[in-house]
């Protein structure tokens, strides 16, 4: 098995006296999906905050590509790849494709200095980077406002992986969308599995969307893992058992 683009070590994160997170370990490959799963208040946003950046573990070591590495902000974990899709994407409805997928990222270093990208060739990256994960936006200066809640999901994922995301963190990227959305959502995950450079880190409560795309999974209750393992590796009872695990824990 190849070495994990990253790997989280005996993480403990205390808010005050309170143990969110309480020594756990996750391995994050590339090529792979990786389910993390858990009632609310399991302490899964709180994981990929420390995975990100956001929060600073209470102990515990962050590994990129085996060297150990401390964020000191999001914007180190960035730099190392780790790509985080917020619930609410970071999108302005507002504005044009294009302008929302490079926000503000429209400077590019050339022979002569600094200069601001042509808009049509903005405008074909973020169609090309589109299409390559499953949506084909015929016209990209048009508002997002038009767009469904699964393309715009869609564009923020094309957005993060162009600009260098190595890890991808979806958290809960279908719980505000219709089904049929959701399946959209669901086959972009699928396309960017099959590119095999990206780990895909896709937090969510329902057990089916998790079946279609995962590869791998981490059952969070109470701030520990309670089981984890390849989809290949755990029977499906095993999978019901542990989905229903967090809550008989709570009680
Ligand atoms: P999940 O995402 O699995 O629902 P969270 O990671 O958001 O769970 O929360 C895990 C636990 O940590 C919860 O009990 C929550 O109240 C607590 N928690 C999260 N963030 C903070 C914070 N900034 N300060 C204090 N407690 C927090
Ligand atoms: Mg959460």
């Known amino acids: 098995m190849a070495e994990p683009y990253v790997r989280l070590e005996n993480i403990v994160k205390r808010f005050g006296p309170f143990t969110a997170l309480n020594g756990v370990n996750l391995d994050v490959h590339s090529g792979e999906v990786h389910a993390l799963l858990g009632d609310n208040g399991a302490g899964k946003s709180?994981?990929?905050?420390?995975?990100?950046?956001?929060?600073?573990?209470s102990e515990g070591t962050i590994y990129v590509e085996g060297k150990p590495t401390v964020f000191n902000s999001p914007r180190d974990a960035t730099v190392a790849g780790i790509g985080t899709v917020y619930q609410d994407l970071a999108i302005n409805p507002l504005m044009s494709v294009t302008r929302n997928f490079f926000m503000g990222r429209e400077l590019y270093k050339g022979p002569r200095g600094l200069g601001i990208m042509?808009?049509?060739?903005?405008?074909?990256?973020?169609?090309?980077?589109?299409?390559?994960?499953?949506?084909?936006?015929?016209?990209?200066?048009?508002?997002?406002?038009?767009?469904?809640?699964?393309q715009r999901q869609t564009l923020a994922i094309a957005r993060a992986i162009h600009f260098g995301a190595k890890v991808l963190i979806l958290d809960e990227p279908t719980s505000a969308l219709g089904q049929k959305q959701q399946m959209g959502v669901l086959k972009t995950i699928k396309k960017v599995r099959k590119r095999g450079d990206i780990a895909v880190i896709f937090i969510t409560h329902n057990e089916i969307h998790s079946?279609?795309?995962?590869?791998r999974y981490t059952f969070l209750a109470l701030g520990q893992v309670i089981g984890a393992g390849k989809k290949d590796?755990?029977?499906?009872?095993?999978?019901?058992?542990?989905?229903?695990g967090?809550?008989?824990?709570r009680d």
């Open 211 to 215: 079946q279609l795309v995962a590869d």
């Open 46 to 57: 709180t994981l990929i905050k420390v995975m990100s950046g956001v929060h600073a573990p």
């Open 118 to 150: 042509k808009m049509g060739e903005m405008n074909e990256i973020a169609h090309d980077e589109m299409l390559k994960i499953g949506i084909d936006i015929s016209d990209p200066t048009q508002a997002v406002g038009t767009m469904s809640g699964g």
């Open 246 to 249: 967090g809550a008989e824990m």
């Open 233 to 244: 590796e755990l029977e499906h009872n095993e999978i019901r058992r542990l989905m229903a």
